[in-house]
Structures are given as C-alpha cells and as structure tokens.
C-alpha cells in the first residue's frame, strides 16, 4: 500500500469516527447482529476474513473464531480494533481494489506534463484522465492471493464496497491539489464522474467475483444508497431496481448509488449461490444524510 493511499484512508476513518453517532444506535446494534451471526455460524475449525474490518465499531470481535484475520487498508485500523476490543488479530492493509495506485498514477499523469512537469489546466487534466481511467481495469490480485493460500470457511464484508467509488474520488483530487477535477455543476454531464463510476463498476465486479469464487460463506453488508436531503424515507417491499423499495417524500431528496447500479444479490444468484438470510434498513448518518443498507448472506449452493 503506498504512503498517500494509506494517509488518505486513516483521514478518511478518522473523519469517520469523529461523526456525531447520537443517532447510529440502531444500525450499530443491526450489522453488530448480522455480523455476530456470520462469525458464529463460522466453521471455526477454518479461517474467517473481515474485509473493512476498520476500527470494529460495527464488527463484535469478541465472537470472532481464533483463527480470524481483519483486513483493512486504514494503517491505524488494526491498533484501533486492539484499543477497541482488546482482540490482537492477524490483519492485512492491502487495498481491496487492487487498483487504487494505477488510478493515482494515471492522475497524477494527466494532471502534470511529463516533459515539463508543469500543471495543466485542471478542466484539460480532468478530461484528459476520463479517457486514461477506461484503461485501467482494478483487478483484487492481493485478495484472490490470500484466499488461495489460506481457504476460508467464511468472509465477511463490513461495509466496505460502497466505499471503493467514494475513496477512487478522493485519490483524483489528492493528484488535483487544490484545483477541483469535476465539472462546474451548470454542466450537463462529466466525462471524468462518467469513467469513475465505470472504473468503480469494474472494481466492483472484480472484488465480488472473488468472493463468490471463493467458495466461502459470505457475509456482506454494504450502502445500497444514500439520500441527501430533509424529506422522509421508508423503505417499501424488496425491489428491483433498488430505487423502487424508496418511500416517503423521496422527489425531494437527492439520492446516490455507490454501487453504481450493481445488484448484489443478483449477482450472488447469477454466481449459483444461496442466498439465504436478507436484512435491509435505513442508516441516519448525518442530519440530511441517510443511507440504505442492505445485509446478504448467502453460501455456495449445494452440490
Ligand atoms: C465505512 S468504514 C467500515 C467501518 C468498519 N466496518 C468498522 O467496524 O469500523 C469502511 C472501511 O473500509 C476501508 N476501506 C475503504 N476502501 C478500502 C480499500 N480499497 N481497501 C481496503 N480497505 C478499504 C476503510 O479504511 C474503512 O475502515
């Protein structure tokens, strides 16, 4: 993991932490429950892996088997989980992307000539690196790599993919400096937004096809969406596109998909899984800041 990825991800976790969390009583009590579930029903004759482990707030490490490993790329993540729960687990701080240092690279590439080392102007730099991102295809090498070597029984994914889009933002404006890489709100469409959303399907697809090649149970709890805004939210029945499980005054809200239209379960049932338990509820993070999670269990199918 390179020195300004794991800067980023510490500030990003510290920034984390210091939200007022008056109001995460019941998600917290939520994923600890569906968590606690998948590390007791863990084989714990095998290893278990918790991918964003972070600093253990939403994962109960107490009933995690002995022979479980955290794994975060927050270089502070493992000495918070210890602090926090007194739990000294093996850990890894790889980026589950595998692809955050090209997307770097390429930024810091198209901000800066490389005959010059002069700074292009930020709107030619920005669009310059919508037409490298299509290139760069993240690819979970260091993950795959664990999971041959140690075959876990059972993986757990504790909030973590719906923030692979948010962080790849972050390490393009890191390479931006103080110039903004996104186009003026009065314009239509941004090709740079338009390729990070590709760029986070692709590490999406990639990190799942992983885990569902793993052959372990999976765990997984994620943002299924976020809604910016002081209108009501409730959740309807199980729908698809997950849009349509939205209710209250949701035409006055902003609502976002870091998944960027990526179907978990979908996916799961497409891989020949069963998915087995399926949880859903809304997240008041901030005041005008609320997001759906959604927890799917599922376990290779039989056969
Ligand atoms: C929303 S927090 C999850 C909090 C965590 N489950 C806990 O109980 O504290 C997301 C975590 O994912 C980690 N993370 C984000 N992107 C990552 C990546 N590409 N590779 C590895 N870890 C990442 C962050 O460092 C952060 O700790």
Redesign the pocket.
Known sequence: MSKPLSRL?RL??TA?LARDRAAWGPHLARVRSFLGEGLQAADPARPVLIL????????PWGLAPARTTGW???PW?RARTILRHRRWAPWVFE???GG?VDLGAAARRAVAEPWSGRHRDPRTAALRLAGLVPFLHPDPAALRTWIEAHRPGTILA???MG??GA?AERVVEGAFGKASPWAAEAERSDPLVEALEAWTRRALEAFLETLTGSGAALWLIHDRGAAFGPGSLDLGPWADPWTAQLRGGVEGLEVSDPLTGLDVGAALRAAGRDPHRQDRWIWPLAPDQRHVVEALASRPAAG
């Open positions: 991800l990003e976790q984390f964003g482990a972070g600093s253990g707030l939403e994962v975060d790329a927050d993540s980026d589950l992307t955050l504790a909030n973590v923030q692979f962080v």
